[in-house]
């Protein structure tokens, strides 16, 4: 299998940044919405995620795109792969 292949099986997420106090580490809330299994209502859930980011580029607030990881720490499973949108 070839590295490109590789790599398109790694699961990618966006987010918005909510620390980057760490070096070198960001701390990104991914959002989602699932159908609540009894009253079929929309409800929204959110996961955070530390990813490695290698120059310190995203800010708290940039939207961000993640990809999946070797583990790189003891929390960190992701790396950024782009900032989607600076915050304002």
Known sequence: MTQAAERT???VRVGT???NAMEKSIVVRVDRQILHPLYK???KKSSKLYAHDEKNEAG???KVRLMETRPLSKTKRWRLVEIVEKAK
Do not use: I, L, P, Q
């Open 17 to 19: 940044v909510v620390s």
């Open 9 to 11: 099986r790694r699961k």
């Open 60 to 62: 708290v607030g940039d």
């Open 41 to 43: 209502k929309t409800v």
